[in-house]
C-alpha cells in the first residue's frame, strides 16, 4: 500500500501521473449521464481500446445506457512504488467497480491488442464466460505496432508530398507557434498505416468469427476523424489521413466476414475532442481550443460521452429512422454534422490567421482545452482534495 501526494507531472503534450480519485470523478460522471440516457441498445460489448477517451465511452455508454456486459481490451500501466498507474488503468478500476456495483459483466484484458497472444487471451474469456458478442468496437490510438510476422512498424504524424507549414499551441505553456514539417517518407507513410490503418481491426475479426463467438447480427465499428481543410495537410492528406483510408477500406472485407452472420460494419467519423491521442496531432489542439469556444457559444458542445451516446440512440440503434445527415454518400456514419456546420466553420476560418499568444486565450477556449486535457488524467476536478495523499495502487476487477 502506497500513499502519494499527486500532482500534474506535464510533459509536452503528456502528463505522466494520474489521479486515482479525479479518475473515478470523472468515469462516475460520465456514468450518470449515461444512466439517464437509457437506451435499446447492445447487450454483449468487446472494446479494444477501452480505457480512456472514445473507447472507454463508448464502453461505459454500452453498460450504463444499454445494461451491456462489457469486455475491455487495453494497454495501460499499473501503479509501482513512487509511480502512479496510468489514467486509463484508474478509468477502468473505477469503470469495474462501478458496473460491479450495477451487477453488469465486465471482463478486462490488460495487454498488446496488436499481438496474439492478447487476441486469444480475450477469445478464451469471451468463450469461456461471455454472453455472444453482438457489438465490437475498434478505438486503439497507438505509436507503433508489432504485425503477426514480428515487424514494428511506427505511425508518424507528418504531411505527405510537400512540407506543412502552419501553427499550432504549445498546450504546456500556451504559446502559439509557426510549425514546419517534412513530408514523410514512403516508410513512414507505411508505417502508419500499418499501426493505424485496418489490419489489426481486420485479424480480430477474423479471430472472433473463427472463435465463433460473434452473435447473429454482430456490428463492428471503428472510429475515423475528417476535420475542416485548416487540418487536411496534417490530418486528412497526412499520414494519418492515409491510415483512416485504409482503414475506412477495411469495412467491405470485414462486411465479407460478418455477412453469414447478417452483421454489418462501420466506420463512425467522431468530433474532435481532447484525449491522449488528439493532443499528439499538430495543428488540431489550436483548432480544438478554437471550435470548442464557437461551439460552446451557440451551445452544440459535446464531448467522448455526448457523442457515444448518439451514436448508440441515434445511429446504431435508432428507434426513429435515421436523419439525412447520420450517414454520408460513402456510407460512413456522421457524429460531425455540428462540428462542420459551414457557418461554425467559416467563423473559425475568419479568426485562424489572427490567433497569436498574446490574445490566445481572448479568441479561442484555450483555457477549456487545457481544463479538459488536465481532466484526462484525473486532475482539475471538483470535490478532489489534491492535498491530501491517497492510494495509488488501485486493482482492476474482472481480469483473467
Ligand atoms: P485515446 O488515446 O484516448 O485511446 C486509445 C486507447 O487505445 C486506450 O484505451 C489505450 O489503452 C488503447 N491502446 C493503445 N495502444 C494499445 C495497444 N497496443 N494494445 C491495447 N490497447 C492499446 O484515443 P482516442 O482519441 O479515443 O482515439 C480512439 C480512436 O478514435 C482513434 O481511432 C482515433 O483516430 C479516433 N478519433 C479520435 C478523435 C479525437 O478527437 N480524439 C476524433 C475522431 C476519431
Given amino acids: 500500500m502506497v500513499k502519494l501526494l499527486i500532482e500534474p507531472r506535464l510533459r509536452g503534450f503528456i502528463c505522466t501521473t494520474a489521479h486515482p ?26 472494446v479494444i481500446g477501452a480505457s480512456t477517451g472514445y473507447g472507454l465511452a463508448s464502453r461505459i455508454g454500452a453498460a450504463f445506457g444499454a445494461g451491456a456486459a462489457t469486455c475491455g481490451v487495453f494497454f495501460e500501466r499499473p501503479a509501482e512504488g513512487e509511480r502512479t498507474a496510468s489514467a486509463g488503468w484508474y478509468n477502468t478500476a473505477a469503470f469495474g467497480s462501478l ?9 478486462n484484458v490488460n495487454g498488446d491488442a496488436f499481438s496474439a497472444e492478447i487476441k486469444k487471451r480475450t477469445i478464451d474469456i ?17 505509436p507503433r505496432r508489432t504485425d503477426p510476422a514480428g515487424v514494428t ?11 506543412f507549414f502552419g501553427k499550432t499551441v504549445q498546450t504546456d505553456s500556451g504559446a502559439v507557434k509557426e510549425v514546419a514539417m517534412e513530408p514523410a517518407t514512403e516508410e513512414e507513410i507505411a508505417g502508419t498505416v500499418a499501426v493505424m490503418g ?25 472510429y475515423g476523424y475528417v476535420g475542416p481543410e485548416l487540418t487536411w495537410p496534417i490530418y486528412r492528406y497526412g499520414t494519418i489521413g492515409r491510415a483512416k483510408e485504409d482503414l475506412e477500406a477495411t469495412v467491405e472485407k470485414i462486411d465479407r466476414i460478418l455477412a453469414p452472420l447478417c452483421g454489418k460494419a462501420n466506420i463512425s467519423i467522431n468530433k474532435a475532442v481532447v484525449t491522449q491521442a488528439s493532443a499528439a496531432i499538430p495543428v488540431v489542439p489550436l483548432y480544438v481550443s478554437l471550435l470548442f469556444k464557437f461551439m460552446k457559444e451557440e451551445g452544440s458542445h459535446e464531448d467522448c460521452q455526448d457523442q457515444m451516446i448518439r451514436l448508440f440512440r441515434e445511429r446504431l440503434y435508432p428507434t426513429e429512422p435515421l436523419p439525412d445527415c447520420a450517414v454520408d454518400d460513402v456510407g460512413r456514419i456522421r457524429l460531425d454534422e455540428r462540428e462542420m456546420k459551414p457557418v461554425l466553420q467559416e467563423k473559425i476560418r475568419q479568426v485562424w490567421s489572427a490567433i497569436e499568444t498574446d490574445n490566445l486565450s481572448t479568441l479561442t477556449d484555450f483555457a477549456g482545452y487545457q481544463f479538459d486535457f488536465l481532466r484526462l488524467f484525473g486532475f482539475g476536478v471538483e470535490g478532489v482534495n489534491y492535498d491530501e495523499a491517497v492510494e495509488s495502487d488501485v486493482p482492476l476487477r474482472g481480469m483473467p
Avoid at 458496473?99 to 471482463?107: F, Q
Avoid at 458478442?133 to 475498434?138: P, S
Avoid at 485496418?198 to 471503428?222: N, P, Q, Y
Fill in 126 to 142: 469471451l468463450r469461456s464466460d461471455f454472453p455472444p458478442v453482438d457489438l465490437v468496437i475498434y478505438s486503439l490510438a497507438s
Fill in 198 to 222: 485496418g489490419a489489426d481491426w481486420l485479424l480480430w475479426m477474423e479471430a472472433l468469427r473463427e472463435a465463433d463467438v460473434l452473435a447473429k447480427g454482430a456490428k463492428s465499428v471503428a
Fill in 99 to 107: 458496473a460491479g456495483e450495477e451487477g453488469l459483466l465486465v471482463r
Fill in 21 to 46: 480519485v479525479g479518475c473515478r470523478k470523472i468515469v462516475e460522471e460520465q456514468v450518470s449521464r449515461a444512466r439517464r440516457c437509457s437506451f435499446r441498445g447492445p447487450k454483449s460489448v468487446l
Fill in 153 to 163: 512498424h511506427r505511425s508518424v504524424l507528418k504531411p505527405i508530398g510537400k512540407p
